[in-house]
């Protein structure tokens, strides 16, 4: 029963403030007729996939004690990739798996960086961020990559001919938010993460080989951003190296909005989605207000501070 | 009575449901230096924090100089002339020595600073340290602790503080900078102001104080004149226990050599180190902070590279190095530094605990957390470690039973070969007592146990062999029987004949 409360206070907050913030867009005259819709909530989940399914990797990477400041560069270039590779014909499939592939390379880069010279992520991936933005724009050639159509583009769609089902991307996300969190939690590999997250110099001590470790952990978050590319390809339809700037800061508010701490050790996948749905939710609801965008912008921000000092004050009151 | 500087009456302060101080009475005098002596979780830490401003007492009054005394926060204590230096040192290291010590009561005239007040004033406050010579402009990164530690004591001066409160001064310093510091304290003294000296080093209290009170469990058990005082009594109050139960001696023949460590060095420190070690051994490693003996644990370890030299284990050199191979031949190391480098604090018991061998609580890399949890419950229970339960995250709880978690680690894993780098530092003596008797028993049932230690009776009391560096090198093993604390002391300053 203790338990059971203590999980309910750890992770509860950010729940609580879904629900507040759900409820806030329910009453209003200019939103009552359609936020509480089923047809809204597919378009906020809907919203949400690109933004989750890179939370899942960004909160393996803070729990580690780690930061990427290039996953919006990592999603733009894996999405001109895989534009041209369906340019030359290539099916669904492989595409999907060369998407992913090029992500993980990504994060491998970033991964070896951080671990072998021993840098701070921060500053790699700020590198980095620079280095695969020029580098989509270079192999697009600076333009927008087009291609005749493909079965991805269904992949991310809301007008669902059947009606009532959501579309794949959501049921991607979803399936993957439950296995990282059981990697995360029931796991050797999930463990080792949180223990270098906590203290890396415990960690070393420990037995744990940090080095391979920090690359794994990189890598395979860059094999989810390479997903979150191919699912911002489906939604636009097209390569566009300009897409996705910015969208890191969105996804590391999603994971501190989650109860996460950027110094590492703390963290929760459940956490990280409600975040990610509590930005969605802000949007949808403001865009429904009418409210013109630089307003959203500056609740989004708010929002940020005050769930995280909010949290804070949780933790101070458990201690 | 007329000549009391600080006088406080029946103390009490709660958290929650916990009973912090139950009733605590001081009196100090002018010019008085007074030990305040208890183990962990006496109330010392909170005691302090109510004189220094940081906590309001429930009830009880406080008095200095004949007034109420009630301050709002430490900034408030500090005007009102209780300053406080903690254990850990508070200075901005990347600013000097003079802005440290000005810190928050700079001289200047509309928002600049006047350079050359300021520096009069920083010299003023070392010259009543004694401590002229220090170059005000160095950065205080770039001083020793022991340095930095005079910068802090000289930043309290700024504001002629009455009553002086010094938290483990000594903690992290050598023999030389502790009686440096001593002489300080003299000079402090002779200046009338107050000293409230906390320290778990029982010897030190009884050099430097004039009077001491003893907590226990929240309240004042007893107080008096130092020098009247026998240790044993002293010990006895706190614990309620005997001093000569401290080092207990069970009978352990020794084995075979299960570590040889063949002229070892490693950089920056270790020079050259060469020993041996058997089954039912209790190794000591005495010397000086800096002397190198982490570092020689740490190369052991495989920690640090080996520069030159080899580390044979169960009589076969080790190519394979590294901590993850060392924990597999069944080497197990305790850090000197629990809060750093020894424990995740914001993880449970059971995470820290198990850490080394997550894999063997399941199969194909998954993590069986109901059988890792009862490992942990059952060590928490065998070893007195008090807390909620093994979920309870490892900050929240006293060092003593932090150190005893960090030990577990090495008995659940399990080891043979115990590498402890001071493994009492910083924690009362219950737990020290029981830390004693529990590397007796390891030694008893046949493993091996390499201790540093600074604290000269420990070595002497619970080990076999005794080994002392000096300046990165090993220069004297020799068994127990064969060194007396000046022995060792001589050894360590590299002064034996």
Known sequence: ????????????????????????????????????????????????????????????????GGIDLSVGSSIALTSVAGA???????????VLLAMVAVGALIGLLNGTAIAGLRMTPFIITLGTLGVARGSAKWMADNQTVNYDS????????????????????????????????????????????????????????????????????????????????????????????????????????????GGASLSGGVGTILGSMIGALIMAVLRNGSQQMGWPTYFQEIIIGLVIIVAVFLDRLRQGRQA | MSDVRLRLTAIQKSF??????????????????????????????????????????????????????????PHDARLKGVAMIYQELNLALH????????????????GWIDRKTSRERAQAALSQLGHEGLDLDRLAGDFSIAEQQIIEIARALLISPQVLIMDEPTSSLTQADTEKLFATIARLRARGVSIIYISHFLEECRLIADRYTVLKDGETVGSGEMAGASLDHIVTLMTGREVKDLYPRTAHPMGAVVLEVKAVASKPRLRQATLQLRAG??????????????????????????????????????????????????????????????????????????????????????????????VAQRWVGELRVK?????????????????????????????????????????????????????????????AVV????????????????????????????????????????????SAG
Not at chain 2, 95 to 110: D, K, P, T
Not at chain 2, 344 to 368: E, H, P, S, Y
Request: aromatic share 6%.
């Open chain 1, 84 to 94: 041209q590779l369906i340019q030359r014909g290539w099916a669904p499939i492989p």
């Open chain 2, 281 to 374: 051994e209790i190794f000591g490693l005495g010397g000086l902070i800096g002397a190198g003996r982490t570092d020689l644990l740490r190369a052991i370890f495989g920690l640090d590279d080996l520069a030159a030299g080899e580390v044979c284990i169960l009589g076969a050199p080790t190519r394979a190095v590294g901590p993850k191979n060392r924990w597999g031949q069944g080497v197990g190391f305790l850090s000197e530094n629990r809060k750093e480098e020894g424990l995740m604090l914001n993880q449970t018991i059971t995470d820290n605990l198990t850490l080394t061998k997550l894999g063997a609580f399941g199969r194909m890399g998954w993590v069986n957390g109901a059988r890792q949890e009862a």
């Open chain 1, 150 to 257: 493909s079965p991805i583009n269904g992949w991310m769609t809301t007008a669902d001919p059947f009606g009532h089902a959501l579309p794949a991307g959501v049921w991607v996300a979803l399936g993957l938010a439950v296995l990282t969190a059981i990697l995360l939690r029931k796991t050797v590999f999930g463990r080792h993460v949180f223990a270098l997250g906590s203290n890396e110099a415990t960690a070393r001590l420990c037995g744990i080989a940090t080095t391979r470790l920090k690359v794994a952990i990189y890598t395979l978050a860059g094999a989810f951003f390479g997903l979150a590319g191919l699912f911002q390809l489906s939604r636009l339809r097209q390569g566009d190296p300009t897409v996705a700037v910015g969208l890191e800061l969105d996804i590391i508010a999603s994971v501190i909005i």
């Open chain 1, 1 to 64: 029963m203790k338990e059971i409360s203590r999980v309910m206070l750890a992770k509860g907050g950010p729940f609580i403030g879904l629900i507040l913030v759900i409820v806030l867009f329910s009453i209003p005259a200019e939103t009552r007729e359609f936020f509480l819709t089923y047809n809204n909530f597919k378009i906020i989940f809907t919203q949400t996939v690109i933004v989750a399914i890179g939370a899942l990797g960004m909160t393996m990477i803070i729990v580690s």
């Open chain 2, 451 to 494: 201790v540093v230690s600074s604290y000269l009776p420990e070595l002497l009391g619970m080990c076999d062999t005794i080994g002392v560096m000096c300046r990165g090198e090993l220069t004297a093993v020799r068994p127990r029987a064969e060194w007396s604390e000046t022995e060792i002391m001589r050894a360590a300053t590299g």
């Open chain 2, 95 to 110: 600013l000097s020595a003079q802005e440290n010590i000005l810190l928050g009561a700079e001289s200047a005239r509309a």
């Open chain 2, 387 to 447: 807390c909620r339960d093994a979920g309870q995250l490892i900050g929240e709880l006293s060092g003593g039973n932090q150190q005893k978690v960090a030990l577990a680690r090495l008995l659940e894993h399990p080891a043979r070969i115990f590498l402890l780098d001071e493994p009492t530092r910083g924690i009362d003596v219950g737990s020290k007592a029981q830390i004693y008797q529990l590397v007796s028993e390891l030694a008893a049932a046949g493993k």
């Open chain 2, 16 to 73: 929650g449901a916990t009973r912090a101080l139950k009733s605590v009475s001081l009196e100090i005098a002018p010019g008085e230096v007074h030990a305040i002596i208890g183990e962990n979780g006496a109330g010392k830490s909170t005691l302090m924090k109510i004189l220094s401003g940081a906590y309001g007492a429930d009830a009880g009054t406080m008095n200095l100089s004949g007034v109420p005394y009630l301050p709002e926060n």
